[in-house]
């Protein structure tokens, strides 16, 4: 079984930045998986907002370049996202995802993956 939890979520104002974390337990070492960070808001479809293979390869949606950084922690087992200038359109929440398969990073944002946690709220205030 693998379990994925998601913390770091809250309010705050445009400009203003967030940590994400996604404790991985279970039969999951997150340095043999690709982990990755989706988001959906209200009335809109999920979309992958950054991902790190197991090669290490990392992925980010346009919309994130340069604000977003995700990054691991083997000893700890977690995945971080780290968000600096927050918009509006950040707002949603935020899903941690899993999945062992081997894909080449372009498809690391689009492909489904197996093992999901529960998300956790962001919003972002103007």
């Known amino acids: 079984q693998v379990l994925l939890v998601e913390s770091g979520g809250g309010s705050v104002q445009a400009g203003g930045s967030l940590r994400l974390s996604c404790a991985a337990s279970g039969y999951i070492d997150v340095r043999d998986y690709n982990m990755a960070w989706f988001r959906q808001g209200i009335g809109r479809e999920r979309e992958g907002v950054a991902a790190?293979?197991?090669?290490?390869?990392?992925s980010y949606a346009d919309s994130v370049k340069g604000r977003f950084t995700i990054s691991k922690s083997d000893a700890r087992n977690t995945v971080y996202l780290q968000m600096d200038s927050l918009k509006p359109e950040d707002t949603g929440m935020y899903y941690c995802?899993?999945?062992?398969?081997?894909?080449?990073?372009?498809?690391?944002?689009?492909?489904?993956?197996?093992?999901w946690g529960q998300g956790t709220q962001v919003t972002v205030s103007s």
């Open positions: 995802a899993a999945d062992q398969r081997i894909v080449p990073v372009w498809r690391a944002l689009t492909y489904p993956y197996k093992h």
């Open positions: 790190v293979l197991d090669s290490g390869s990392t």
